[in-house]
DNA sequence: CATGAATGAGTCTTCATTCAT
DNA sequence: AATGAATGAAGACTCATTCAT
C-alpha cells in the first residue's frame, strides 16, 4: 500500500487535489482488495478522509471508478503519445519509445496492471468501463500499425503484415502485463520488452538490431 | 416402490449431476454480470433452481467461484494435453496443436475468456484464486519452452531463447484473448492463431513453414 | 400502536401474509412517526420481523408506501360501494350510507386518517402518490354528484346545484378529517356525521328529515 | 418555481432580510419537493446562499420549518383578522371577509396549500408544528362559531346550532383546500368561496341573500 | 434432495451540522 | 456575515447464508 500523506494537508483542500488524491486512493484499493472487494469506506480510510466525503467529490462510486479508470488511460496515452512526439525520431525508433512506455516502472507498476485487469474483468458486464479504453486502445493499435507499414515500405519488406504485426503487438503488450502481474518472478519489465524487441527483429531485422 | 410419474426434469438429480449444472450456470453469469454482479439468486435463477440449493452443493460462494474456475482450469489442461498426447508428433507439431487447442472456438469462446478474465482481475487480491491456475500455467509454459528448446536443439537455431520464447508465447495466448474479448470485431480465433505460427516461424523458420 | 401480535404466526408464512402483516405495520409506523419519519426498520419492529424481510416482500420502500395508499384507497372505496350496493336504497339513503362509511370508526380511525394526510401532504411532490387516489376520489365525487342530481329532479329541488354539493361533500368529507385528526377533542365521528347531514338536509329538505 | 432573485443583493445583508428570503425558499422547497424532499442544500439553493447560511441564521432544519409554519400562520391569521377589523361590517358581513381571506389568490395559493398540508401530514408524528397553528385556529373556530351565535340571535334562527355551524366552516375551509391542491382542475377558489356562502344562506337566509 | 422465506451484516448514499477561512 | 469543504450518523438496499417444511 503506497500510504496517501494526510499529514501536513490542510482540513480543507481544493476539490481538484481532493479528487487527485481520492483517485490515488481508488488505485490503491483496488489493486489490494479487487474492484469487488472495493469499498468507499476503504478508499476513504487510504486517504486518511471521512466516507462521505467521497461522495462528496464524486457523485457516486461508479463515477469514482470510471474516472479512477480514465485516469490511468490518459496518463498511459500521455506516456507513448509524449514520447513519439520527440523530434527527429525514425519510425522503428517511435514503435521502439512506444514498448518502453509500456514497460516503464515509473509509468507503469503491478499496482497499476491489477487495476487494468481489474476493470478488463469487468468490461463485459459494464459497458460503461468500455468507453473509458476503447477509444485509447485503437488509437494504439491503428498508430503501431502505421508505425510497421511505414518500416515495412522503407525498408522494403515486402512479405511483412503490419497489420497483424500491430496486432499481435497488443496482444503482447497486455499478455505481457497480465503475466508480469500474476508471475511476478518469472516475468519482468526487461524481458517484456526484450521479447518484444526481438519479435519486432524478427519482422524488420534491418531496422531494429 | 413408488409408482409416481417423473417429470422429464426430476425433481431430485445425483449430485454430479446438480454441480455440472451450476458451474455452467455460473460461467455464463459471470461472462454476463460480471464477477461482482454475479449473485447466487443469479445462479440459481440461470440453473432453473432455488437459491438454498446452491449452497446446499457448494458450502459457500467462494467454492463455487473457485471450483467453477477449477473447471475451467482442467478443461483447457486437459484439452492441450490430450493434443501433444497424439503418437508420433514432431516437438514443432506439439507446439502447434498446443495453440490450436488456445484458439480451438469448442474449447474456448468469448464467454469463458470472459470468466478468465473475471478472475485474473481479482486474482490479487484473492490468492485462492491463483492457486487453481499457477500450477497449470506453469505447467504449460515449461511445456512450451521445453518443446522451443528442443526444436532449437534439433534444429540447429544456435541463437535462440527458448524460455524468452515460452515466455512470448504465454503473453501471446493471454494477450489475444483478452484482445478477442474486448475487441472482437478486431481480433479473431483465425487471426490470433495466424500471427503465432508467424512468430514461430520467425524463430524456427525450418520447422514452421 | 395498534401492535401485530408476531407471537403465534410460524417461522415462514405465506408471502400474502406477511404482505397484509407489513401494510398494517407500515399505516402504524406513518401514524406514529410521519411518512418522513417512517423506516423500514421501524416498519420491520412493529411487524416483528428482520429488515431485509421488507425488501423481499415489497421490492423498495416507495413501493410499500404505494401499496399501503393503494391498500387504504381500497378498503374505503370497497366500504362505500359496498354500501350503496344494498337493495332497495333510495338515492337519498344511498348518500346516507357514504357519509356513515365515512365516518364510521371501524372503517376509518384517527390512525388511517393520519396515514391519509401523510400522503396528501406529499401528494404534490410524489406523483406516483396520486395516481393511487385520483380515480378512487373522482368515482366517489362522480358518484355523490349523481345522487344529488337524481334526489333534485326526483324531489323538485329546481334551485339546487348538484355538482357544487357534490363538490361540497368531498370538502366536508377531508375537512372533517382533517380537524378529527388534528383537534379529536373538538371534532367526533358523529358530529361530523350530524353537520354533514344537516348540510344535506339544508339542500334537500324533504328527503333528509 | 417562484426564483428569489440573488441578482443584485450584496453579497452580505441584514439578517432579518436573509431570514425572509430563507423562508420564501423555504416554501418554494416544501411546495416542490414535499416536507420529506426538503433538504437545507435545496433550500440554500434556491435562496442563491450557501449551505452553511442556513444554519447561520437559524439554528436547526426543525427551527427553520417552524418558522416557515409560523410565518404561513400569522400571515393568515393577519389576513382575516385585518379584513373583520374593518369599522361598520355587520356580524355576517364579518364572517363573509373571513370566507374570502380564505380563498383570496393573493393570499392563498396552491404553493402555500401545498406547504399547509406537507405540515398537516406530519402533525402527528411532530408536536412541534402543532403549537404553530392549534391557537391559531381555535381562535378562528371561536371567532366563526361567535359570530354565527351573534347572528342566530340577532335574526331569531332559533333553531341553528353556531356550533356545528362552527365547525362545518372549519371543515368546508380544510376541506376545499386540499381538493384545490389535489384537483385544482375541478376545485376553484371561487367555486370554494361559493359553496361555503351557499352553506351559510342555507343556516341564515335572511342575512346571506 | 429441494424449496424459498427469513435473517442480518455490509455498503452506498444522503444530509444536517460544524468549522476553518 | 458568508462560504463550502468536511464529518459522521442514519437509512435503504443487497445478498450470502440458514433453516423449517
Same mark, same amino acid.
Given at each position: 500500500?503506497?500510504?496517501?500523506?494526510?499529514?501536513?494537508?490542510?482540513?480543507t483542500?481544493?476539490?481538484?487535489?481532493?479528487r487527485?488524491?481520492?483517485?490515488?486512493?481508488?488505485?490503491?484499493?483496488?489493486?489490494?482488495?479487487?474492484? *469487488?472487494?472495493?469499498?468507499?469506506?476503504?478508499?476513504?480510510?487510504?486517504?486518511?478522509? *471521512?466516507? +462521505?466525503?467521497?461522495?462528496?467529490?464524486?457523485? *457516486?462510486?461508479?463515477?469514482?471508478?470510471?474516472?479512477?479508470l480514465?485516469?490511468?488511460a490518459?496518463?498511459?496515452?500521455?506516456? #507513448?503519445?509524449?514520447?513519439?512526439?520527440?523530434? +527527429?525520431?525514425?519510425?522503428?525508433?517511435?514503435?521502439? =519509445?512506444?514498448?518502453?512506455?509500456?514497460?516503464?516502472?515509473?509509468?507503469?507498476?503491478?499496482?497499476?496492471?491489477? =487495476? #487494468?485487469?481489474?476493470?478488463?474483468?469487468?468490461?463485459?458486464?459494464?459497458?460503461?468501463?468500455?468507453?473509458?479504453?476503447?477509444?485509447?486502445?485503437?488509437?494504439?493499435?491503428?498508430?503501431?500499425?502505421?508505425?510497421?507499414?511505414?518500416?515495412?515500405?522503407? +525498408?522494403?519488406?515486402? *512479405?511483412?503484415?503490419?497489420?497483424?504485426? +500491430?496486432?499481435?503487438l497488443?496482444?503482447?503488450?497486455?499478455?505481457? #502485463?497480465?503475466?508480469m502481474?500474476?508471475?511476478?518472478?518469472?516475468?519482468?519489465h526487461?524481458?517484456?520488452?526484450?521479447?518484444?524487441?526481438?519479435?519486432?527483429?524478427?519482422?524488420?531485422?534491418?531496422?531494429?538490431g
Amino acid at each position: 500500500m503506497s500510504a496517501i500523506a494526510p499529514d501536513k494537508t490542510p482540513r480543507t483542500a481544493a476539490p481538484e487535489v481532493r479528487r487527485r488524491q481520492l483517485i490515488a486512493a481508488t488505485i490503491d484499493a483496488i489493486a489490494e482488495d479487487g474492484l *469487488s472487494g472495493t469499498t468507499l469506506a476503504g478508499v476513504a480510510r487510504r486517504a486518511g478522509l *471521512s466516507t +462521505g466525503l467521497v461522495n462528496f467529490h464524486f457523485r *457516486s462510486k461508479d463515477i469514482l471508478l470510471a474516472e479512477t479508470l480514465d485516469h490511468l488511460a490518459q496518463e498511459l496515452r500521455a506516456a #507513448w503519445r509524449d514520447a513519439i512526439a520527440a523530434p +527527429g525520431l525514425a519510425p522503428a525508433q517511435k514503435l521502439t =519509445v512506444i514498448v518502453d512506455a509500456h514497460f516503464d516502472p515509473a509509468i507503469i507498476d503491478r499496482r497499476k496492471i491489477a =487495476v #487494468w485487469f481489474a476493470f478488463f474483468g469487468e468490461t463485459q458486464a459494464r459497458a460503461a468501463y468500455r468507453r473509458h479504453t476503447t477509444d485509447i486502445d485503437m488509437e494504439r493499435l491503428d498508430a503501431s500499425t502505421a508505425l510497421c507499414r511505414e518500416i515495412a515500405l522503407a +525498408g522494403g519488406y515486402a *512479405s511483412a503484415d503490419p497489420e497483424g504485426i +500491430g496486432r499481435a503487438l497488443e496482444a503482447l503488450f497486455d499478455g505481457f #502485463w497480465l503475466n508480469m502481474l500474476v508471475y511476478p518472478h518469472r516475468f519482468s519489465h526487461d524481458d517484456a520488452k526484450a521479447q518484444i524487441m526481438a519479435y519486432l527483429a524478427g519482422n524488420f531485422p534491418r531496422d531494429f538490431g
